[in-house]
């Protein structure tokens, strides 16, 4: 029942910046945790950061440093700003909403994805 629509991949150059942006259709955006995850080929899908509903952040060490995530309650949208990009970055990356009902209940969300290509 939640649509999250990711925007702002594309074709960056090693070293570059980009900025990612998810828009949720969530009308109790702020009851929910958010995250990136992205997937390479032929790798497990992983995370990247999370934003929980309190605004407690998380990183993945491989962009400890490099990323940071926020989010606008009010614009219903999480962002991942990402900087000093290599080859290693490039992946799908996926909006992900999550919302705990009860222990052993929740309502789980992906967006359709984003491409991000970092190459010279």
């Known amino acids: 029942q939640v649509q999250l629509v990711e925007s702002g991949g594309g074709l960056v150059q090693p070293g570059g910046s980009l900025r990612l942006s998810c828009a949720a259709s969530?009308?109790?955006?702020?009851?929910?945790?958010m995250g990136w995850y992205r997937q390479a080929p032929g790798k497990q899908r992983e995370l990247v950061a999370t934003?929980?509903?309190?605004?407690?952040?998380n990183y993945a060490d491989s962009v400890k440093g490099r990323a940071t995530i926020s989010r606008d309650n009010a614009k219903n949208t999480v962002t991942l700003l990402m900087n000093s990009l290599n080859p290693g970055d490039t992946a799908v990356y996926y909006c992900?909403?999550?919302?705990?009902?009860?222990?052993?209940?929740?309502?789980?969300?992906w967006g359709q994805g984003t491409q991000v290509t970092v190459s010279s």
């Open positions: 934003i929980t509903s309190s605004g407690s952040t």
């Open positions: 992900n909403a999550v919302r705990i009902i009860v222990t052993g209940l929740r309502h789980n969300y």
């Open positions: 969530a009308t109790i955006f702020s009851m929910y945790d």
